[in-house]
């Protein structure tokens, strides 16, 4: 049995406390290649590793108790991730904030953070990592973050030529009455901007004059006095007198018009008994696993699609829109599986429509079509609304009566129109009326306060003069000789009007066109009009972007969390819509070219006709 000897310092395993070298035979030095077990005096072979140690210890010796690896000065991933970050880290405040921007945006509720799903989610990301409590989180958090984006918003709305507010009501599932207040304006860049400003309750009566306070109240926090802002309401009477009283400049929704156009034509005795069949039939299908699966039958057969009948809602005309499109689809399917004897045998006095009733429907969707469009073009906010409607409003009317009618009586919705260069021509006006709204415009543009400035925008182009080298004679002679001519001083009407008349002159853009890029790459040409342009086209022509955040505010103000405490429900709403993720989501953006507007509508007589009737006269 060979003796072990001594163990180099550099070998700090707990093992080698039972194992040594043995000295080679011709000097001194220990032989590494095997160890010496001092109990039993075995050698191990040695590579360099402890593993055949260890492993000779626990065949031979098993009575000896080892080290624990946790008395070394290493710790293990175990322990060095037992240890959770302070609520004051970088790295536990950020993710904080993630949590804050998850509940605002995808509309979570605070206690959110008490579900096991999500806290185990939390966990196997960042195991160092405390969530806070959801008071910590209602109370603090997200009303820091309210307060950082809100002065972002107010530092957006400080750079706005003009300022366009739309506002309407809305009750909660808790029966509170809420008045949500949007912003919109035209950037530097000339992006349209929009904010969600804010949504406060009205405990008094929806009258005029409270209505007009809270207004008054809103545009004076958020300092737009001095913006020359543009009130976007509904027609209802209280919100219309509402804003006379405020003074300031009111645009009458032209979405709830074409609803309110759409409604009444639905009215009609003649068109509401003919829905009255189409709903019961559709009603019947759905309730009727038979008829349901019959009518699947018929379509496999005709090769029709596999569509299910449309159900209307109520308050939604667009929603008998489509109903009735999906029936006038299949009705071929919808006839032969009424005829059929098990269909029958369920309801028997259930028939189909007929030849005539069929016609009148196919008439109707032709009528609501366009309007559905309108609708569409309307409700988008990325791109001008303000200007569509003269155009818009004058085709409809003249598609339907096919002859030229009384529009819009309003000068700035044609000047609006006549700021857009897809609609500058003005061809649904009279020739006097064009150039009437051409000489307010000029009118307007004169008068603007810093026309100067706006002026100074086009001189920067100007190309640098050479100057001649001063000699002793210009020195001299020069004040007495000068041949410099000085050319008279424009007024500003004068500038305008120049301007105005070589806007004029040019071609009108195609209607796929972006009318805010135009004036972009326009705005050193015609910087009076430019200016002009931005306090128009921000003019959103429909209230639907407060009428937008009922939707979002309904998954907020759920019947889970109908307690939420009127303030709360503000900072969501506020957060949700004006608080900026890092990813970027495209907005498509909608014209007229791709809505159909230019659907052919023709004159009808009858109960179709009466139809019409209503829609021209509330339109």
């Not at 308050?315 to 005829?339: G, K």
């Not at 002159?505 to 009076?528: F, K, M, N, Q, T």
């Not at 086209?537 to 937008?548: A, D, Y």
């Amino acid at each position: 049995m060979a003796t072990p000897g001594n163990v180099p310092p550099s070998l700090k395993a707990d093992v080698w406390q039972h194992f040594g070298f043995k000295n080679c035979e011709d000097s001194e030095e220990p032989d590494k290649s095997k160890a010496v077990c001092k109990m039993c005096k075995m050698e191990v072979k040695h590579c360099g590793n402890t593993t055949n140690l260890r492993n000779h210890l626990t065949r031979h010796h098993p009575d000896i108790l080892l080290a624990k690896t946790a008395d070394t000065k290493q710790c293990s991933l175990e322990k060095a991730f037992a240890v959770k970050f302070e609520s004051t880290s970088p790295r536990a405040q950020k993710i904080t904030q993630s949590v804050a921007t998850f509940i605002c945006k995808d509309i979570r509720p605070y206690s959110v953070v008490e579900n096991d799903g999500f806290q185990n989610l939390i966990n196997t990301l960042e195991p160092r990592y405390v969530l806070p409590s959801r008071k910590h989180l209602s109370e603090v958090v997200i009303p820091n973050m309210y307060e950082k984006v809100k002065h972002d918003v107010t530092a957006s709305l400080k750079s706005a030529e003009r300022v366009a507010i739309t506002c309407d009501s809305w009750t909660s599932r808790a029966t509170d009455n809420y008045l949500t207040i949007t912003s919109h304006h035209i950037d530097q860049e000339w992006r349209l901007v929009s904010h969600v400003l804010q949504t406060r309750t009205t405990e008094a009566s929806h009258t005029a004059a409270n209505l007009s306070e809270i207004m008054f109240k809103a545009i004076e926090e958020w300092e737009l006095t001095n913006k020359n802002p543009v009130i976007v309401t509904d027609n209802a009477a209280n919100m219309v007198r509402a804003v006379e009283i405020t003074g300031w400049l009111h645009i009458g929704c032209f979405a709830h018009t074409l609803n309110l156009a759409s409604q009444a034509g639905l009215k009609v005795p003649a068109v509401a008994q003919l829905l009255g069949r189409v709903r019961r039939i559709a009603s019947f299908f759905h309730r009727s696993t038979v008829a349901s699966r019959k009518l699947k039958e018929k379509q496999k057969i005709l090769n029709l699609p596999a569509h299910k009948l449309v159900n209307d809602g109520v308050t939604r005309w667009n929603s008998t829109l489509e109903m009735l499109e999906r029936f006038l689809e299949q009705q071929p399917a919808i006839s032969a599986a009424l005829l059929s004897p098990e269909v029958r045998r369920n309801d028997s006095n259930l028939c189909s429509l007929t030849e005539a009733d069929i016609t009148d429907g196919e008439d109707i969707v032709k009528a609501l079509k366009p309007l559905k469009a309108a609708t569409l073009v309307m409700s988008e906010e990325k791109s001008p609304t303000l200007s569509i409607i003269a155009p818009l409003h004058a085709q409809l009317l003249e598609k339907m009566i096919m002859k030229k009618s009384i529009y819009y009586k309003n000068d700035k919705l044609y000047i609006a129109s006549a700021l857009d260069p897809r609609f500058k021509a003005l061809p649904f006006l009279s020739k006097e009326t064009c150039n009437n709204t051409f000489s307010q415009l000029v009118l307007e543009a004169a008068g603007l306060e810093n026309v100067d400035t706006a002026i100074n925008i086009n001189m920067d182009y100007a190309p640098p003069i050479k100057r001649s080298k001063d000699s002793a004679l210009i020195f001299l002679l020069g004040p007495a000789y000068s041949t410099k001519t000085t050319a008279p001083q424009k007024t500003p009407t004068q500038k305008a009007k120049e301007e105005v008349n070589r806007y004029r002159g040019v071609e009108p853009v195609a209607l796929s066109e972006d009318p805010l890029i135009w004036w972009r790459d326009h705005e050193r040409e015609y910087p009076l009009l430019a200016l002009q342009a931005k306090q128009y086209l921000s003019i959103p022509g429909t209230s639907v972007p407060s009428e937008r955040v009922f939707s979002t505010a309904g998954d907020i103000v759920t019947a889970q969390r109908s307690c939420l405490t009127p303030q709360h429900v503000d900072q969501l709403l506020f957060l949700q819509k004006n608080l900026t993720v890092s990813k970027n989501y495209p907005s498509e953006c909608l014209n007229m070219s791709d809505t159909g507007i230019s659907s052919t509508i023709f004159i009808f007589t009858g109960p179709i006709g009466i139809f019409f009737f209503m829609l021209i006269i509330l339109l």
